[in-house]
């Protein structure tokens, strides 16, 4: 069988340092994309519209393939549940420890067999618990899980074998008048999603055509995000970033 790449050491480094690194350790360059860095941060800080939660308690967020962790964590600024479902059951149990003890150490690599020890550390003012990380397949989630007043999808829909799976179970999964944020590279491989269920055309025309009928769209941005693979290798994308409110029915 085919090895999963995002149970792979060399994937579990990646996320660790695209998600908690620091921007020096991320990027030393000074004339690199620095507005690239902090993408797990930014899909919540720039895509959220906190005046929008409502002031009632239990308020509660739903992270589609949070990897790691980190944009849990910053949903639970200011939600007071948040759960975080990925696939990669290594990413899963990462994220599980940073909750419990805090921070976990990791080696980045620089080059060759060239190392540097470095620590991802759970963000200053989240609150850990308010957040619970749980293995799951995000085209089959559990029929208990509810509704959410916000549900963050980053860089998740061109990893599925059938995004169109999950578009289907978003309308039960938001709550009226909830916020959907979602974040997509729209780099669609045929090792993770075949073919013919491919979007025809504009990512962005696709989302539209399948979620306006219960989602308004709110706001649709330009997103960079930088992965280091080593000192002098990185990817640089741009993913395309949306905000929708639910309807009422």
């Known amino acids: 069988m085919e090895e999963n790449i995002y149970e792979t050491p060399k994937l579990h480094v990646e996320y660790l340092l695209f998600h908690y690194g620091s921007d020096e350790e991320v990027l030393p360059w000074e004339n690199g994309p620095k507005e690239a860095l902090g993408f797990a941060t930014r899909t919540v800080s720039e895509l959220l519209r ?107 829909l061109c990893r599925l074998a059938d995004p169109q799976r999950l578009l289907q179970q978003l309308p039960a999964l938001v709550k009226p008048g909830g916020q959907l944020l979602l974040a997509t590279p729209c780099s669609w491989l045929e090792e993770f999603t075949p073919k013919d269920n491919w979007p025809v055309g504009s990512t962005f025309e696709w989302l539209k055509e399948r979620l306006l009928g219960h989602f308004e769209l709110d706001e649709q941005k330009d997103l960079p995000f930088l992965i280091r693979e080593h000192a002098r290798k990185y990817q640089w994308s741009v993913a395309l970033g949306t905000r929708w409110i639910r309807r009422s029915d």
Do not use: W
């Open 50 to 156: 906190p005046e929008l939660l409502p002031e009632t308690a239990g308020t509660r967020a739903l992270d589609l393939g949070c990897a790691v962790g980190r944009s849990s964590f910053e949903l639970s600024k200011v939600v007071e549940e948040v759960i975080g479902i990925d696939y990669s059951m290594s990413f899963i149990e990462t994220a599980e420890h940073i909750r419990q003890h805090g921070s976990v150490s990791y080696p980045r690599v620089d080059e060759g067999d060239s190392f540097t020890p470095c620590t991802a550390h759970r963000p200053e003012g989240s609150f850990s618990e308010r957040v619970k990380f749980e293995q799951g397949d995000a085209m089959l989630l559990r029929e208990d899980l509810g509704s959410f007043d916000v549900v963050h999808a980053a860089n998740l």
